[in-house]
Nanobody, 119 residues
Framework: QVQLVESGGGLVQAGGSLRLSCVAS????????MGWYRQAPGQERELVAV??????TNYADSAKGRFAIFKTAKNTVYLQMNSLKPEDTAVYYC??????????????WGQGTQVTVSS
């Protein structure tokens, strides 16, 4: 089992920045992917950015050039968000995987942290 705890959300003005943090605990040695998803009210959860065990990254088109994902330890991942826009407003969820894709039993989610960007 993996437990994920996010922090760093808040209220910012358009054009501002936030850094989200996620700390994993439990069976962390087997994690091969970590990242961030977000969900706005009434919308489905969508990928923002992920980073794999080889430090390769993948970003949503809306995040490219503004957001950066990085990690400083096996169990710690960050999302640096710059030039924030009102459409970035959502609950941001930390994500981790410790098995093959397509198997929900290997997916883990944090409780979410609210990011609100005012216009």
């Amino acid at each position: 089992q993996v437990q994920l705890v996010e922090s760093g959300g808040g209220l910012v003005q358009a054009g501002g920045s936030l850094r989200l943090s996620c700390v994993a605990s439990g069976s962390i040695l087997s994690i091969n992917v970590m990242g961030w998803y977000r969900q706005a009210p009434g919308q489905e959860r969508e990928l923002v950015a992920v980073i794999n065990s080889g430090s390769g990254t993948n970003y949503a088109d809306s995040a490219k050039g503004r957001f950066a994902i990085f990690k400083t330890a096996k169990n710690t991942v960050y999302l640096q968000m710059n030039s924030l826009k009102p459409e970035d407003t959502a609950v941001y969820y930390c994500y981790a995987r410790n098995g093959p894709v397509g198997r929900r039993e290997y997916d883990y989610w944090g409780q979410g942290t609210q990011v609100t960007v005012s216009s």
